[in-house]
C-alpha cells in the first residue's frame, strides 16, 4: 500500500467526506487519502423520526463507498494514532502513512459503560436510545408498548451531538401519548444534567412554553449514573445549582427510559497531548482556531465536525458550513497565502416537537439566535417539519456529501 498522501482525512463521516468532495473539487490534481473503518454511512438526524415510528432505520443508512468521491483513496481502517511532529498517522492493522496536509474528523465517542446498567438495559425493560444506529429500533419499540406511567428522557453532563436531539424524542413521545389516550395515565419526565432547554435566548423561551403547556416534569441538574433495569429505575447524580458539587442521588422509576448516553473526544485522540485541549469544557478534543479551523500549534493541521474543540452546537448543519471554510483555509495554505475563510460558530438545531410541528433554532458563536428564513423561527411550524422530513435528507445525500452545498 502508497503509504505517503498529499493530503490524509481521518473519518468519513459527516465531516470527512463532504471535506473530501469539496477538496476534490477545489484541487483535482492533489493525492487525497480518507481513513474510514465502516462499510456503512448513516445520515443520523433522521434517528430522531426513526424512534418515533415515523420511519424505518434502514433509510438512514448508505454504502459508503458511493460516497467516496471519485479518485480519493479509501483507506478501511482505524487511525490508532497521529505523530504531529514526524506528521504521520498509524493504523489500527498495521502500516503507518505519512501526510503534507492533515484533515481530523472522526466524530465523538459514545461512553455507554459511564452509566452502570445502561449498555445492557437497552431494548429491554422500556429502556432505549436513539443516539447509534444499533439501538434506534428499541425506541419506537419501547414507545410502542408503553401502556401508561413513567416515560424519562435524559440528557447527560458535558459536550454530546445534537444537544436537542434528547429533547426531541421527548416531545414525540409526549404527542404520541396524546394521540393515543395515554396521557392521562402517564407522566413525562425529562431529567436533564444541564440546566436550560437550549443556551439560545430566544428558542429557549420558547421550549420552555412548550413543556408548560404539555405539562412535562422538567428536573435540571439530573446526571444520569446507573440504570436499574429489572427494577425499572434510573439513578440519577442531583447537582447544586451554583457549584455543580453532587448534592444527593434520586431515584426515578420509570416504564419507558429513553438515555442519551454520555458522549467524549475518541479515545485514540484524548491520549494525544500534543493536539488536544488539556481541560475545559472541550477537553480532549482537537485544539483548532476557532474561526479558521487550523490546528493552534501544527499549522499543515486541520479539524471541524464533532471532534473539533469548537465552542458551538456539534450538528451536521454546522459541518456544512465548517467544509467550505476549511478547504478555502487550506487552499490559501497551500499556496503560501494569509487564511482569507472564517467560520462564525453557524449551527443550527431542528427541535421536533411533535409528529407534525418543528421548531428550527438557529445560531452562531455565544448562542447568537441567526434565523436564515424570512419567517418567524421562534415558533412550533408545519413547514419546518416538513423541511427536516423530506427536504434535508436530499440536501445532506444529494448535495452535501457531493460537495456541492
Ligand atoms: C440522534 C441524533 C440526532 C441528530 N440530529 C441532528 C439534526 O437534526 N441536525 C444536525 O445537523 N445534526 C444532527 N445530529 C448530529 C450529526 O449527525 C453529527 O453532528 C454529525 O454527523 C457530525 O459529523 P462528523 O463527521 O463529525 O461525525 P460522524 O458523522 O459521526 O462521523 C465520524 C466518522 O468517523 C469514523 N471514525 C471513528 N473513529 C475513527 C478512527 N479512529 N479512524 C477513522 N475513522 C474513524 C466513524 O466510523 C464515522 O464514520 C444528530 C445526531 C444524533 C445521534
Known amino acids: ?175 404520541y401519548l396524546r394521540k393515543n389516550n395515554l396521557k392521562d395515565k402517564s407522566k413525562v419526565i425529562g431529567a436533564f444534567a444541564g440546566t436550560v432547554m437550549l443556551g439560545v435566548p430566544e428558542i429557549n423561551e420558547v421550549l420552555n412554553g412548550i413543556v408548560e403547556k404539555r405539562n412535562i416534569d422538567m428536573r435540571f441538574y439530573h446526571n444520569l449514573v446507573e440504570v436499574k433495569a429489572r427494577e425499572q429505575i434510573a439513578v440519577f447524580d442531583v447537582r447544586d445549582a451554583k457549584t455543580g458539587e453532587v448534592l444527593k442521588q434520586e431515584e426515578i422509576e420509570f416504564n419507558m427510559l429513553h438515555a442519551t448516553p454520555p458522549q467524549s473526544a475518541p479515545d485514540f485522540l484524548k491520549k494525544n497531548a500534543k493536539l488536544v485541549l488539556p481541560n475545559g469544557p472541550h477537553v480532549g478534543f482537537v485544539d483548532v482556531d476557532k474561526h479558521s479551523l487550523q490546528h493552534n500549534t501544527y499549522k499543515n493541521i486541520f479539524s471541524l465536525g464533532d471532534s473539533a474543540a469548537l465552542p458551538t452546537a456539534k450538528t451536521g448543519a454546522a459541518v456544512r458550513k465548517q467544509a467550505p471554510v476549511l478547504v478555502a483555509n487550506m487552499k490559501d495554505l497551500m499556496a503560501g497565502n494569509n487564511l482569507s475563510a472564517s467560520y462564525d460558530g453557524y449551527s443550527s438545531c431542528p427541535l421536533v416537537t411533535g409528529y407534525n410541528s418543528l421548531v428550527l433554532a438557529e445560531f452562531l458563536y455565544e448562542n447568537k439566535y441567526k434565523p436564515t428564513f424570512p419567517i418567524n423561527q421562534a415558533k412550533e411550524r408545519y413547514d419546518m417539519f416538513l423541511l427536516k422530513r423530506y427536504i434535508l435528507p436530499i440536501l445532506y445525500w444529494q448535495f452535501m456529501l457531493r460537495g456541492k452545498a
Request: one cysteine or more; charged letters at 25%.
Open 1 to 175: 500500500m502508497k503509504n505517503q498522501h498529499q493530503i490524509i482525512i481521518i473519518g468519513g463521516g459527516t465531516a470527512g467526506i463532504t471535506v473530501a468532495a469539496r477538496l476534490r473539487k477545489a484541487m483535482p490534481q492533489a493525492d487525497i487519502a480518507i481513513i474510514e473503518p465502516s462499510e456503512e454511512h448513516y445520515y443520523q438526524p433522521l434517528w430522531t423520526l426513526v424512534g418515533g415510528g415515523v420511519m424505518k432505520k434502514e433509510v438512514t443508512m448508505k454504502k459508503e463507498s458511493k460516497y467516496i468521491p471519485k479518485n480519493v483513496k479509501w483507506i478501511k481502517d482505524y487511525a490508532e494514532d497521529i505523530d504531529p511532529d514526524a506528521n504521520t498517522v498509524s493504523l489500527r492493522n498495521g502500516g503507518i502513512l505519512s501526510y503534507e496536509y492533515l484533515v481530523i474528523a472522526p466524530g465523538i465517542q459514545l461512553d455507554w459503560d459511564k452509566v452502570k446498567g445502561l449498555k445492557e438495559a437497552i431494548g429491554k425493560n422500556g429502556v432505549c436510545s436513539n443516539y447509534s444506529y444499533k439501538t434506534v429500533d428499541s425506541t419506537w419499540k419501547a414507545l410502542s408498548e408503553f401502556k401508561g406511567g413513567n416515560a424519562v428522557f435524559t440528557n447527560p453532563l458535558g459536550q454530546i451531538k445534537c444537544g436537542g436531539a434528547p429533547q426531541k424524542i421527548m416531545y414525540l413521545a409526549e404527542h
